[in-house]
């Protein structure tokens, strides 16, 4: 069955620094996945997807992710984080079949320090 | 594009209680889904629809839930005789037909079983 684990529950970065978010799927054939954010109280943002091609991604605030099948990761990157990124972080994976659900990880949360 | 619209965005309801809640998808979107966001973890799917077809159920919703898209627009989940373990945060979102094409969520409703 298809599953996403992000191992970092929570990771605190100051503001201006580098950021990467790991996450690592399960999944039998060619994975398509999702990074999404989510603000408190708010619901989700898709931040990036990756279906197939360059498997360097970009996606929207300045995000990017690298897609690397040897290590089954989409890990989430930023070169200079704002303290306006500070949120929840979700991996995702597109269920195989017809619904095309969503399987999510935990989330990983972001706090910015000055 | 107005984005997913979910209402109410609170709910505060004594256990017992019948509760509903409506998602205005996308208008263009055929496919809707309903997920369910307990606290610290990721939304897990609950339901998906195809246009007014509900076409998978989890097992997670139980027979106290039911999900309705009539006329396939607007959908409605309500929750019978609901108890602590319904609160949580549930979550709609709607996708254009077409493989893996990204959902677009909805800000939620926060249900709270007193």
């Known amino acids: 069955a298809q599953s996403v684990t992000q191992p970092d529950i929570h990771i605190t970065v100051s503001e201006g620094a580098s950021l990467e978010l790991r996450c690592n799927y399960s999944?039998?054939?060619?994975?398509?996945l999702f990074w999404y954010v989510q603000s408190p109280g708010q619901g989700l943002q898709l931040l990036l997807k990756y279906f197939s091609g360059d498997t360097l991604v970009q996606g929207i605030k300045g995000f990017e992710a690298e897609f690397k099948r040897s290590q089954s990761s989409f890990n989430l990157r930023k070169p200079s984080v704002h303290w306006s990124d500070a949120a929840e972080y979700f991996c995702a994976v597109v269920h195989g079949g017809a619904t095309n659900k969503l399987i999510f990880g935990t989330g990983t949360l972001l706090a910015v320090q000055p | 594009d107005t984005g997913v619209s979910q209402n109410p965005r609170h709910k505060i309801t004594k256990r017992g209680q019948n509760v509903t809640f409506r998602c205005d998808p996308i208008s263009e979107h055929n496919r809707l889904y309903w997920y369910r966001q307990t606290l610290g973890q990721g939304p897990e799917f609950l339901t998906y629809?195809?246009?007014?077809?509900?076409?998978?159920k989890s097992r997670l919703l139980s027979d106290r839930f039911s999900a309705e898209r009539p006329k396939g627009s607007f959908s409605t989940l309500e929750i019978q005789r609901t108890e602590q373990g319904d609160s949580a945060m549930y979550l709609c979102?709607?996708?254009?037909?077409?493989?893996?094409?990204?959902?677009?969520f909805g800000d939620g409703t926060r249900l709270s079983i007193l």
């Open positions: 999944y039998g054939a060619t994975p398509y």
């Open positions: 629809f195809q246009n007014e077809a509900q076409l998978e």
């Open positions: 979102a709607s996708s254009a037909d077409g493989s893996y094409q990204p959902q677009h």
